[in-house]
């Protein structure tokens, strides 16, 4: 369903608040549909990313390391390694 979204398990070093944060927010625009977010869509979008967000950061906490890193790289590290 959101092919765009970057494995996080397993890069080195971890996965950041922010990295995991933007994979929250990319999930949420894809499952609500909300490309622009309104006064009416602000609260309840919000809301999700931080849901979506703190479930990401407990299983990436709970899962074992990886035998090998993911193929690709989060966007944030490829804005940041230019």
């Known amino acids: 369903m959101c092919r765009n979204i970057t494995t996080l398990r397993g890069l080195e070093p971890a996965a ?3 990295e995991i ?3 929250a927010r ?4 894809k ?6 977010r ?8 919000d809301q999700a990313v931080a849901a ?9 906490r709970a899962l074992p ?7 690709t790289v ?4 490829r804005l940041a390694a230019r």
């Open 52 to 60: 979506v967000a703190a479930a990401t950061a407990e299983l990436l």
């Open 31 to 36: 499952v609500s549909g909300v490309t622009s």
């Open 21 to 23: 944060e933007a994979a």
């Open 65 to 71: 390391p990886r035998r090998q890193p993911p193929a």
């Open 16 to 18: 950041t608040p922010e």
């Open 74 to 77: 989060p966007p944030l590290r």
């Open 26 to 29: 990319q999930y949420v625009r």
């Open 38 to 45: 309104s006064g009416r869509t602000e609260p309840a979008f």
